[in-house]
């Protein structure tokens, strides 16, 4: 599989006023009333009807180019059109030798920017998603002749940054934790791993169909909780 390009998500009119109508394809179910479009599109004037809009930004591999692509989208006209707005960062963003610390003091300075010069745009913080760790008979061999194993030191970036993003805006701003709902398991229990002490997280085998990229069960999971945190 390809890596996944990082979009952003901009809302008009709130979440909480969407509703939906017709038919689901393949079923009986009705859907409700007066459905909201989802739309691809970076056009400001787009903004003035309902809609579920994304588009892509930066480049995989660069985050820096991703804070800066949003924060033209805002301010080419759609700051305070867009009720919310918000971007997630790609798992290759981050990395063993990301400088977690650049990259969030960039995004915090751009994020709180964005936020005083349109007042009327609720942005939404996301955490960056995880992945799930090596295992199998590699990981096993590779762990006998002490050779690393991919996803630990990745992920143990990922987290510092999801820290740091939390403890930012945590009962400041609203945060779709991305990263928390991928390492759940159903019952309430994270998926861990120790190293020098410390927990990190990663994301959860049975979300994934190949290591990074949601699969349906996983999708379902993300999609539910992000409908918890626009609807609140």
């Not at 003091?105 to 609720?122: A, V």
Request: aromatic content about 12%; overall charge positive.
């Amino acid at each position: 599989m390809g890596e996944t390009r990082t979009k952003e998500y901009l809302f008009r009119p709130p979440v909480s006023r969407v509703q939906y109508h017709g038919r689901h394809q393949g079923s009986n179910e009705r859907k409700p009333a007066n459905q909201t479009k989802i739309v691809e599109t970076d056009d400001p004037s787009e903004f003035n009807r309902p809609l579920f809009a994304h588009a892509r930004v930066g480049k995989n591999k660069d985050p820096f180019s991703k804070i800066d692509a949003f924060a033209d989208f805002m301010e080419k006209g759609i700051g305070n059109k867009a009720d919310i707005a918000f971007f997630k960062f790609c798992y290759v963003d981050i990395g063993a030798e990301t400088d977690v610390e650049k990259v969030f003091s960039d995004y915090k300075n751009s994020l709180s920017s964005l936020m005083k010069t349109y007042p009327k745009t609720t942005f939404v913080h996301v955490t960056v998603p995880l992945k799930s760790l090596q295992s199998g008979i590699k990981a096993f061999v590779k762990k006998i002749i002490g050779r690393p194993m991919w996803g630990y030191d990745d992920n143990i970036k990922r987290n510092q940054f999801n820290e740091l993003l939390r403890k930012e805006y945590d009962g400041k701003a609203p945060i779709f934790d991305l990263a928390r709902t991928e390492s759940t398991l159903p019952d309430g229990k994270r998926s861990s791993f120790s190293k020098d002490g410390k927990n990190y997280y990663f994301m959860v085998p049975d979300y994934t169909h190949d290591g990074g990229h949601l699969n349906e069960l996983g999708r379902k999971r993300a999609a539910e909780q992000l409908l918890v945190v626009l609807t609140t």
